[in-house]
């Protein structure tokens, strides 16, 4: 929810999702804006697999001088936790969740603000932060943005403190709450300790809310090792679900080295499949019907072509190589760097280097289609 990727009609089709403040999110916080932020249909989140920040990203900090990590937390330890997105803009809240924020993004680069032995200590005093806040209610709007921005300061600390109590937010009754908390349990997919959560993270793949179905998909990959059989058939099982379940249950399923999303993927390998699919959405409580743009297009292939990549499957390395002649230099760059990187099949290298296509003519199944 970018959550840092922004609504996908104003991407840029050079970049890539980074785990830092959203620089499009200029406007004042609005409960339409923070939907606007977190556009299901428009978004594939197994692309933030490095970095897991995909929510309530809706401004930016205005300190006027900079404050040192002890400034941001006496802030943030200031706040009483009780304010609700009604009062969000007041001023004190804002000051809190600015600092929440500025912490967050502070935290992205851990080694160069807080050394090794203040790492725990700090980890200690935020999750006593993140206690203040009551647990949510089931509604679809979110929660305090101070208690999402801790979170994520939390796990960007990488220590094995902040996985209990970031796993306790899994059974939040706010799905904000639960998206969060899976965003960012990802982030912690270098802490051995941190694959301890995974049974708790498994049963989100069928949460009651779709959006955090996705960014389960995304939190598997991260947590589970390749070729774990639990986790794979967590994740078959959401094949057949709507499209954008799918998508990421394949691409997260492809990350553990399995091709049993390998239909999807190939319809997700496929421009046309892009270009010829209408987006439906709810923008500022109006009817949304529109084509991918093709920033989005492009977007979607490079993510297909990295998940795809990771599987060794014949078909899924030529279609790649049928990638290597795409409109888009994104798409031509990520194919050429799959190819390279995974090795593949002699015809999928010579494709590549030629833009032509050995892929097969077996039917591909629509994402989103039942079985």
């Not at 982030?187 to 708790?200: F, I, N, Q, T, Y």
């Not at 094949?239 to 049993?260: C, D, F, P, Y």
């Amino acid at each position: 929810m970018s959550l840092n990727d922004t609504p996908d009609h104003a991407a840029d089709d050079s970049t890539e999702p980074r785990g830092s403040v959203d620089s499009a999110a200029h406007e004042p916080m609005t409960p339409a804006l923070m939907a606007r932020l977190f556009i299901v249909p428009a978004l594939i989140v197994c692309v933030l697999l490095a970095v897991a920040v995909v929510v309530v990203l809706f401004g930016t900090t205005t300190a006027d001088k900079p404050e040192t990590i002890a400034d941001l937390l006496k802030k943030l330890d200031a706040d009483t936790g009780e304010r609700t997105l009604g009062h969000m803009l007041d001023p004190k809240a804002k000051e809190s969740w600015q600092a929440a924020q500025e912490l967050a993004r502070r935290l992205e680069k851990r080694d160069k603000f807080i050394s090794p032995e203040e790492i725990d200590p700090t980890a200690k005093r935020l999750i006593e932060i993140l206690g203040k806040y009551p647990p949510g209610r089931n509604v679809d709007e979110p929660g305090p943005s101070q208690k999402y921005f801790t979170m994520i300061a939390l796990a960007r600390l990488h220590t094995p403190l902040a996985v209990e109590p970031l796993t306790a937010k899994l059974k939040d009754e706010n799905w904000w709450t639960r998206s969060t908390a899976l965003q960012a349990l990802a982030e912690l997919k270098d802490v051995p300790e941190a694959r301890k959560s995974l049974p708790a993270v498994l049963p989100l793949l069928k949460d009651p809310v779709p959006a955090v179905q996705i960014v389960a998909c995304a939190t598997v990959a991260c947590l589970a090792e390749a070729g774990d059989s639990v986790a794979t058939r967590a994740l078959s099982d959401r094949l057949e679900a709507e499209a954008e379940v799918q998508w990421n249950a394949a691409m997260a399923l492809a990350r553990l080295g399995s091709a049993t999303g390998k239909l999807t993927l190939l319809n997700m390998l496929n421009r046309g499949y892009w270009e010829g699919m209408d987006l439906q959405y709810l923008e500022n409580g109006a009817s949304v019907r529109r084509k991918y743009t093709e920033a989005e297009v492009s977007r979607n292939l490079k993510a297909a072509i990295e998940a795809a990549a990771c599987v060794h499957d014949t078909e899924l390395r030529d279609a790649i190589a049928s990638l290597g002649k795409d409109p888009s230099v994104v798409v031509r760059e990520a194919a050429r760097a799959a190819l390279e990187q995974g090795g593949g099949s002699g015809a999928s290298r010579d494709a590549a280097r030629t833009g032509g296509s050995s892929m097969s003519s077996t039917r591909l199944m629509a994402a989103g289609e039942s079985s």
